[in-house]
């Protein structure tokens, strides 16, 4: 979506609903900026003689539309318009991963937040003209009215009818949308409340993932989301999946390879499928490289922005339930190393080489599944995994989101969010290898149509 005129900007926040709790956007936006100016390891590089005049003429846009803002999720609206600026994934809002008690907290003020609405009559509904309708996830679990319902953010209201999720109630609101050209733009609230920018493509039948009610949807390949899955296809093919890189994940990766360890020394060929793996813990994904490994695995390094911000985000990080012991040393040396160098870049891994002292026979030939949703410490997974000689990349583009990474974060004010940035700069950047915005592109592309699996056990088996 792109940065929003001012005239729009004037029509959607020239005063906030009542139903909501009230904040000091400007204030708000004020803190926002002062973070990111000061922690975001991408700053300079994205502010610079180049770009500090538009940079300078977006603070100046966002700055004065928030004074008129007083609705939380309203005002994160604008916050999240103004972040687009550094096109990065790797700054966030999103809800309190740090504090499990101070997130119940928050947790309670976001759903105080969500409106509810009186639902006229369904007959009413289904017999209105244009978009108004009745509508369905993909997944399933709600149905919504998506109603004419105007305030001075939004023309139309996404209404929960019914729900599968006791995470919602029927009549709260779940959409808040305007009409732009082909799409309708606005906030969608997520199972934590938390307001996420949209913009959701229309069709006669459809609003984004949103398919209007008895009319067909078309429904790709479902990915398995377990955490860890592991099946044997053919006494030619295995197939192992892994949904997410995250520390927390880290045993049931390493147990899944110990699991299949018989197996991955006898059969040909590996599918390893990674598609909507957004990342996590470098480590976690430690017990996979030696079945991949055919030569030197080489690693650029990366610095850290050494600010009191990130030394405290990185010492809440350090005090991890369940974080390998090597892992909590190399953060604490980290820390000091921080603390003696603020407001600098400091080395936070030195480029590095890895070998092993045999190549495993087995797997012979290994094909990763990828998506769109590949992000993050998939993304610097797969960039090793591309030296190896076993390995071919089937699927569709990565995200692009790794140049700047190992996010950290903080409070906003007087909202019940947490503002993520990234700490570390790659060097890759420097030497002209940066990915942000770009991806990782697959060897071999497959459409969503296509049974993902099926080609690649049909690759790997001609």
Not at 217 to 222: D, G, L, Q, T
Not at 244 to 265: C, E, G, V, Y
Not at 404 to 416: H, K, L, V
Request: proline fraction near 3%; aromatic fraction near 8%.
């Amino acid at each position: 979506m792109k940065l929003l005129t001012t005239a729009t900007l004037f029509i959607l926040f020239n005063c906030a609903d009542a139903y909501a709790q009230t904040c000091n956007c400007n204030q708000e936006l004020t803190d926002v900026k002062n973070k990111i100016e000061k922690n975001y390891a991408g700053y300079q590089d994205k502010v610079n003689n180049k770009t500090r005049k538009a940079y300078d003429q977006h603070n100046k846009l966002a700055l004065q539309q928030s004074k008129s803002i007083t609705n939380p999720a309203y005002c994160l609206y604008l916050i999240n318009d103004w972040l687009r600026f550094f096109k990065d994934g790797h700054i966030q809002i999103g809800r309190d991963r740090i504090s499990k008690e101070k997130e119940k907290v928050d947790l309670q003020k976001r759903i105080s937040n969500i409106e509810s609405l009186k639902l006229p009559e369904l007959t009413e509904i289904r017999g209105a003209n244009g978009i108004v309708g009745i509508y369905g996830d993909k997944d399933s679990i709600f149905r919504i009215a998506l109603i004419k319902s105007k305030n001075t953010f939004r023309e139309y209201a996404g209404v929960v009818i019914s729900s599968k999720s006791d995470k919602w109630l029927p009549g709260q609101v779940m959409l808040e949308l305007k009409s732009g050209k082909d799409t309708l733009n606005g906030i969608m609230y997520d199972k934590f409340y938390i307001p996420l920018t949209v913009s959701l493509p229309v069709t006669e039948n459809s609003l984004g993932s949103w398919q209007r009610e008895e009319t067909e949807r078309f429904i790709p390949e479902v990915v398995n989301e377990a955490a860890v899955a592991g099946k044997l296809l053919s006494e030619k093919t295995l197939y192992l999946k892994i949904s997410s890189f995250n520390q927390n994940n880290a045993r049931n990766i390493d147990s899944l390879f110990k699991a299949n360890k018989t197996n991955l020394n006898r059969i040909p060929n590996l599918i390893l499928d990674l598609r909507n793996n957004g990342g996590g813990a470098d480590f976690s994904y430690k017990p996979i490289l030696p079945y991949l490994y055919t030569n030197t695995f080489k690693t650029i390094g990366a610095d850290v922005q050494a600010t009191d911000d990130n030394i405290a985000g990185w010492a809440g990080v350090a005090t991890t339930d369940g974080l390998p012991a090597d892992q909590k040393t190399f953060i604490n040396e980290v820390i000091d190393k921080m603390k003696r160098n603020k407001g600098t870049l400091v080395s936070f891994a030195e480029d590095q080489t890895s070998t092993f002292d045999s190549v495993i026979t087995y797997p012979k030939k290994i094909i990763i599944l990828i998506n769109r949703q590949c992000g993050s410490t998939t993304e610097e997974f797969l960039l090793l995994a591309k030296q190896s000689t076993k390995v071919t990349l089937m699927g569709q583009q990565t995200a692009g989101v790794l140049d700047y990474a190992n996010m950290r974060g903080a409070e906003f004010s007087g909202i019940p969010y947490m503002l993520y940035w990234a700490t570390s700069r790659s060097r890759r950047i420097d030497q002209g290898m940066a990915i942000d915005n770009v991806g990782i592109k697959p060897q071999k592309t497959l459409k969503l149509e296509q049974d993902w699996v099926k080609e690649a056990q049909s690759d790997l088996e001609d």
